[in-house]
């Protein structure tokens, strides 16, 4: 079955204790990404790839690392988690096509994360 | 910075009546998507626009795209209480989707 999984699927932490959000996606897709969803906010994204090794800044970088080092898994990294990273985590991927755009986004069940 | 604005952020209406929703950007886009969102759910795609004027039709979901490739609307016909969910829209520029911020619609039998 094509899915992205993300786990964990709900974590409570505290200030500074360092966490991963892991993403996999089985469907060979190019372009993986990451979103935070906040209530009145809508997504926004965080960092995304276009491919293995390739990384680039979203709209809210700030407190965030990833790194794709294969092309099925896009890990989140928060080094140093802050309540204001209080939110709702989800992982999608897609193709690309030939001009550069995004074909339609498969996303994952979403991570709830809460930091105290 | 690009930015696309839904509206309105919250409807609340009764089964059987109708309804549209509204995204609108003074930018240009290759095309533009729309998702649902369900509680608990990542958002799952309901439909591509990708022609200026393009209308597509899902059962009694209606999308269409403006001429000029700015906007889209989404409108409902005879609502039921299954339509309840999150709707976003979401507009193609290069490599990134521009994201309306939802509208959260809640359908009462």
């Known amino acids: 079955e094509a899915q992205v999984t993300q786990n964990p699927r709900y974590l409570i932490t505290v200030t500074g204790k360092k966490l991963t959000v892991t993403c996999s996606q089985n469907?060979?897709?190019?372009?993986m990404s990451w979103y935070r969803q906040d209530p009145g906010l809508g997504l926004r994204q965080i960092y995304y790839?276009?491919?293995?090794?390739?990384?680039d800044k979203g709209d809210v970088p700030e407190g965030y690392k990833v790194s794709r080092k294969e092309k099925r898994n896009f890990p989140l990294i928060l080094e140093s988690p802050s309540p204001n990273q209080t939110s709702l985590y989800f992982c999608?991927?897609?193709?690309?096509?030939?001009?550069?755009?995004?074909?339609?986004?498969?996303f994952g069940p979403g991570t709830r994360l809460t930091v105290t | 910075t690009q930015l696309l604005e839904q509206s309105p952020q919250f409807l609340s209406i009764q089964e059987g009546e109708n309804l549209t929703v509204y995204c609108n950007s003074s930018?240009?886009?290759?095309?533009l998507q729309w998702y649902r969102q369900e509680p608990g759910e990542g958002p799952v795609l309901l439909v591509t626009?990708?022609?200026g004027g393009e209308v597509k039709k899902l059962k009694r979901l209606t999308f269409q795209f403006g001429d000029a490739r700015k906007d889209s609307s989404l409108h409902i016909t005879a609502a039921q209480p299954g339509d309840t969910g999150l709707y976003l829209c979401?507009?193609?520029?290069?490599?990134?989707?521009?994201w309306g911020a939802g509208t959260k619609l809640i359908i009462k039998p």
């Open positions: 999608a991927s897609s193709l690309i096509t030939e001009t550069g755009s995004t074909y339609e986004q498969y």
């Open positions: 469907m060979n897709h190019e372009y």
């Open positions: 790839s276009m491919n293995v090794e390739v990384t």
């Open positions: 930018s240009v886009f290759s095309s």
């Open positions: 626009v990708v022609t």
């Open positions: 979401a507009g193609v520029s290069n490599y990134q989707l521009i």
